[in-house]
Nanobody, 121 residues
Framework: QVQLVESGGGLVQPGGSLRLSCAAS????????MGWYRQAPGRQRELVAR???????NYADSVKGRFTISRDNAKNTVHLQMNSLKAEDTAVYYC???????????????WGQGTQVTVSS
């Protein structure tokens, strides 16, 4: 089994910062892409940022210049540093990791349970 445990969400004022973390554990053979998605009430889940195994990154246009994704391969962890937060960033943030659980098995996406980020004064 594989577990993704997220942390770092909460309530912050506009212009503030938060740092999300997601740690993968369990039967992990290898990890490939890691990323963060978000879903606001009444809206579809959307990509926020992704990072490949060679640290190539891509971001949603709405967060470019404000959010930074990074990973720690030794700890199977991905982080999302969120600065200059806006009310429209309010959503549940989900960690997503593509990984293999054994040799010869296909890479499969796994999801965290989600962490709430609320930006409000």
């Amino acid at each position: 089994q594989v577990q993704l445990v997220e942390s770092g969400g909460g309530l912050v004022q506009p212009g503030g910062s938060l740092r999300l973390s997601c740690a993968a554990s369990g039967s992990i053979f290898s990890i490939y892409d890691m990323g963060w998605y978000r879903q606001a009430p009444g809206r579809q889940r959307e990509l926020v940022a992704r990072i490949t195994s060679i640290d190539s990154t891509n971001y949603a246009d709405s967060v470019k210049g404000r959010f930074t994704i990074s990973r720690d391969n030794a700890k199977n962890t991905v982080h999302l540093q969120m600065n200059s937060l806006k009310a429209e960033d309010t959503a549940v943030y989900y960690c997503n990791v593509d990984l293999k659980t054994g040799w010869g098995r296909p890479a499969t996406p796994y999801w965290g349970q989600g962490t709430q980020v609320t930006v409000s004064s």
